[in-house]
């Protein structure tokens, strides 16, 4: 009997879901910059510096926004190593922060 390269449906059903969640982070993010900046059209490769021309004021606002959505703290010292969309859903998703 030939084997075959299917996933168990549980394995599927986890990608799934972990793609749904990365996906309500990112339209998250981008609710919360449009919200603080204005600023549209973000990916998550987007970088708030370069592709956004986001200065210290504007990141520092997205930053509380997260804060109080997320009823936590951001040190100063870890908003600076969050550069692009994909930085800021990874830092949460290592703390245990993510929704649904």
């Known amino acids: 009997m030939p084997e075959t390269s299917a996933r168990?449906?549980?394995a599927i059903h986890s990608d799934s879901s972990r793609e749904n969640r990365r996906l309500f982070m990112l339209e998250?993010?981008?609710r919360i910059v449009y919200e603080a900046t204005g600023?549209?059209?973000?990916?998550?490769?987007?970088?708030f510096v370069q592709?956004?021309?986001l200065n210290?004021?504007?990141i520092m606002s997205i930053v509380s926004a997260f804060e109080v959505h997320f009823d936590t703290e951001i040190p100063t010292r870890?908003?600076?190593q969050l550069h692009q969309v994909?930085?800021?859903?990874?830092?949460?998703?290592e703390r245990g922060i993510e929704e649904p």
Do not use: C, H, N, R
Not at 39 to 47: L, Q
Not at 86 to 93: E, F, G, P, Q, S
């Open 39 to 47: 600023k549209e059209g973000i990916t998550y490769d987007t970088d």
């Open 78 to 80: 870890d908003v600076w």
């Open 8 to 10: 168990p449906e549980a």
């Open 51 to 53: 592709d956004l021309a």
């Open 86 to 93: 994909k930085d800021v859903i990874a830092y949460m998703k």
């Open 28 to 30: 998250l993010i981008q």
């Open 56 to 58: 210290s004021f504007d």
